[in-house]
């Protein structure tokens, strides 16, 4: 029995010594030598089985030797193993070589678009005047978006603000002003909020004209506002986006929530007033529209008009940025082209 477990330890030594750890199969070859002789069935473990027929002196022997044999191999396995490791992590090094002296790559790093780079400046003037923005779903009950503004079912001015209607009570939003109503529903005056957001209308794609933009408006409602306080909360929104020497008037106009309404205009910001081809020479480009909340609409809120007054007013951010950047067609924003992005 001795000589059958030295010679399995010759055997085990010479295998091991044989593995060729550059090879694709050196870990299953490693394995399978493990199981070959230290397994359940390997050939070690068959010698061992047989010891019950030695005689009581000759047992201890042979279990020491049987120990030293297993020990020998199992060390040799386990210093292949490190071998098969360390060529792995070698061959590995080698396919992920970096060289260092190569020329870099160049990362870009992006900007933010236009519209809300313009946006954030907006929310920002506001925030700073005591407004708090509100913001709310696309996806719109009619009754939020016309019917609580004063425009029901069958009033003409549902016409100009034709929008996408996913059933005859859900439309896609064409104004931020739902959020308006829902405010208002929901808590007591005095409110001072912006509503920012994206909104729809089914109009034809050109330079000034998209199905999808995106608006601002506010919202104030307290006991005693009057025209003089939209009048100069406009005037201080005009000087921080375009600057101290900016003028806004007021022309009439009909909002069917509001009354009484008015668009605002803003005083060329390229001629100063004299004429030129960016406000056709008026003199003046139109910035949003204004008005005093309608005393319907904040009835419809649960608000007493006889109590409190409000004033409203909306613009389009498409249309400031225009003004703002020199940008004349308003498809731009939507293209995604990177010649255009990156000048921003």
Known sequence: MKEMLSKIKEAALAEIAQINFDAADAKVVLENLRVKYLGKKGELTSVLRG??????????????????????????????????LQKEMENQLKKEVIDVTMPGKRSFAGKMHPLTQVLDELEDIFIGLGFEIAEGPEVELDYYNFEALNIPKDHPARDTQDTFYISDNIVLRT?????????????????????PGRVYRSDTVDATHSPVFHQIEGLVVDKGVTMADLKG?????????????????????????????????????????SGCSLCKGEGWIEILGAGMVHPKVLANCGIDPEEYSGFAFGAGIERIVMRRFGISDLRMFFENDVRFLKQF
């Open 51 to 84: 010891m019950g027929q030695l005689s009581a002196e000759e047992r201890p022997q042979i279990g020491q030797i049987a120990n030293e044999v297993r020990e020998f191999i199992e060390a040799k396995l386990e210093n292949a193993k490190k071998v098969l």
């Open 175 to 195: 104004q931020t002003s739902p959020m308006q109503i829902r405010v208002m529903e929901t808590k007591k005056p005095p409110i001072r909020i912006i509503a």
């Open 233 to 273: 909360t406009l005037e201080l929104f005009a000087k921080k986006l375009y600057g101290d020497d900016a003028k806004i008037r007021f022309r009439p106009h009909h909002f069917q929530f509001t009354e009484p309404s008015a668009e605002v205009d803003i005083c060329c910001f390229a001629c100063g007033g």
